[in-house]
Antibody, heavy 122, light 109 residues
Framework: QLQLLESGPGLVKPSETLSLTCSVSGGSISRSTYSWAWIRQPPGKGLEWIGTVSYSGTTDYSPSLKSRVSISVSPSRIQFSLRLNSVTAAETAVYFC??????????????WGQGTLVAVSS | AIQLSQSPSSLSASVGDRVTITCRASQDISTALAWYQQKPGKAPTVLIYDASTLESGVPSRFSGSGSGTDFTLTISSLQPEDFATYYCQDFRGYPHRVAFGGGTKVEIK
């Protein structure tokens, strides 16, 4: 059974860099069938896609975050990471990692981590 | 950018009711739509993808329909465990763009 687990600091200061890691167990990041995504959800609000990294390391980012975000796969290929620069208090949110599975041309996020709350505050 | 509009934003229903949630896209997205259920404090789980394909393990009381710009998620007989928030998600621009609707909260009447 695939499991994803987010980890990283729960508190980041404004203007600094948010860094999170998603550890993948029970499956491989290297299979070409899958990509890996980060999504966030501010308290009491809806979901926002941050970006996606493919098994080969190709990335795609939300246009609104593209200048500040980086997603990468670790050399060990059992983790992928998120870095978001110059954060503000408005980016306080639960950050989720997820697997993207494309079935017959239809993508969907089929496995999710439990989420980790990151507060941006001085 | 394509916008997804869900309606209603919230609804109250009773166990056994038939519930329909609508998602409207600002442009044609074919059938590139998924539906998710999220319970408080939990990650979302996928219910439907490709507009009408039921994810493995999801109860058959959930169904999705639509194509182009108008989509619906139907729960044929609402169960106690179905009280949650539901989101639609557009994959027409995948992998370059993914968007979520604003959510519909289903509450107990």
């Amino acid at each position: 059974q695939l499991q994803l687990l987010e980890s990283g600091p729960g508190l980041v200061k404004p203007s600094e860099t948010l860094s999170l890691t998603c550890s993948v167990s029970g499956g491989s990041i290297s299979r070409s069938t899958y990509s890996w995504a980060w999504i966030r959800q501010p308290p009491g609000k809806g979901l926002e896609w941050i970006g996606t990294v493919s098994y080969s390391g190709t990335t795609d980012y939300s246009p609104s975050l593209k200048s500040r975000v980086s997603i990468s796969v670790s050399p060990s290929r059992i983790q992928f990471s998120l870095r978001l620069n110059s954060v503000t208090a408005a980016e306080t949110a639960v950050y989720f990692c997820a697997r993207v599975w494309v079935v017959r041309g239809a993508p969907h996020f089929d496995y999710w981590g439990q989420g980790t709350l990151v507060a941006v505050s001085s | 950018a394509i916008q997804l509009s869900q309606s209603p934003s919230s609804l109250s229903a009773s166990v056994g009711d038939r519930v329909t949630i609508t998602c409207r896209a600002s442009q044609d997205i074919s059938t590139a739509l998924a539906w998710y259920q999220q319970k408080p404090g939990k990650a979302p789980t996928v219910l439907i993808y490709d507009a009408s394909t039921l994810e493995s393990g999801v109860p058959s009381r959930f169904s999705g329909s639509g194509s182009g710009t108008d989509f619906t998620l139907t729960i044929s007989s609402l169960q106690p465990e179905d009280f949650a928030t539901y989101y639609c998600q557009d994959f027409r621009g995948y992998p370059h763009r993914v968007a979520f609707g604003g959510g519909t909260k289903v509450e107990i009447k």
